[in-house]
C-alpha cells in the first residue's frame, strides 16, 4: 500500500511540473518562465530476467548567469525475476523521491552543483523476510565542463552510507543537460 501511494506521488507531482511547463507558454510576458530552465533524466535498461526504469525531471529557475537554484523529482523501478531453477531470489523495487539543486558557475566553461536528495527506497523480495522500507538522504557535491546547455562531470555523496544507499559507490559521473 504505501509504493503505491508513493507511485501516485510521483506521478502527481511529474505531472504538475509538466502541466506548469505548457501553462507558462500562454504568457509571453512572464519574465519568469524565461529563466526556468528544465532537464532531467529518463532511463530504462532491460536484460534476462531484469528490467529498470527511471525519471527523473528538474527545472532549475536561473537568477543570473552564474546562479541557479531548482528542484526534481526522482522514481525508478527495477525488477529481477531469477530463473525457476535458480537459488537466486526474486525482488522488485521502487525509489520515489525529490532533490533541491543549486548550480554555480564562476566562470564560463566550469559548473559546481550541490543537489540534496532523499529517497524513499521500497524493496521486496519473493523471501519476504528480506522486504525493507526506509529513506536515505544524498548530498552531492559536484564539478563539471560546461559547453553551452551540456555538463559533463562528477559528483560525490558526502552522506554516502554502504549498507543503505541505492548507488554503487559515493563517486557517480554526469552529464546534464539544461534547456
Known amino acids: 500500500m504505501k509504493s503505491y501511494s508513493v507511485k501516485n506521488l510521483a506521478i502527481f507531482l511529474i505531472f504538475i511540473l509538466f502541466s506548469c511547463f505548457s501553462f507558462s507558454q500562454q504568457d509571453p510576458g512572464s519574465d519568469f518562465w524565461k529563466r526556468v ?38 522514481y525508478s523501478y527495477s525488477e529481477f525475476n531469477p530463473p525457476r531453477n535458480s537459488s537466486l531470489i526474486g525482488s522488485k523495487s521502487n525509489i520515489a523521491g525529490g532533490s533541491l539543486i543549486a548550480l554555480g558557475s564562476p566562470v564560463d566553461f566550469l559548473q559546481l552543483s550541490a543537489d540534496f536528495e532523499y529517497l524513499n527506497v521500497n524493496r521486496n523480495f519473493d523471501e519476504p523476510a528480506f522486504d525493507d522500507e526506509y529513506w536515505v538522504p544524498a548530498l552531492f557535491l559536484g564539478a563539471g565542463y560546461r559547453q553551452g546547455n551540456v555538463i559533463f562531470g562528477a559528483r560525490y555523496d558526502v552522506l554516502f552510507d554502504r549498507d543503505r544507499s541505492v548507488y554503487n559507490n559515493g563517486i557517480q559521473p554526469f552529464v546534464r543537460v539544461l534547456f
Open 37 to 74: 530552465r528544465f532537464g532531467g533524466n529518463l532511463g530504462a535498461s532491460f536484460g534476462n530476467n531484469f528490467s529498470s526504469v527511471i525519471v527523473a525531471p528538474q527545472a532549475i529557475y536561473q537568477f543570473n548567469p552564474f546562479f541557479g537554484l531548482g528542484v526534481g523529482l526522482n
